[in-house]
């Protein structure tokens, strides 16, 4: 009860844009499978769907999804700098 009083439905906001981008990487296992082979990096993020998602911060990206400064800061990038 005290998350949701703090952080309102960020949370909720989160969990579907996390699992669209794992589904997104969760590809280079099957490039992978096929021997794919990428001359730079932004040319597998592209490949993956990815690359644009690298040229917003996370503070804009979950901004413009409605997610609270405050669920960012606490928790997002806490668990960012974890990884």
């Known amino acids: 009860a005290k998350a ?3 952080y309102g439905l960020s949370p909720l906001r989160v ?31 592209e490949a993956l769907q990815l690359f644009n998602l690298t040229q917003v911060t996370a503070y804009d990206y979950f901004k413009k999804l409605g997610v609270s400064d405050l669920f960012t800061q606490e928790l997002i990038d806490g668990a960012s700098r974890c990884n």
């Open 15 to 45: 969990i579907p844009a996390v699992r669209e981008t794992l589904g997104l990487f969760d590809q280079i296992y099957a490039m992978q499978d096929l021997n794919r082979s990428f001359e730079s990096p932004q040319e597998m993020l």
């Open 4 to 6: 949701v009083l703090r």
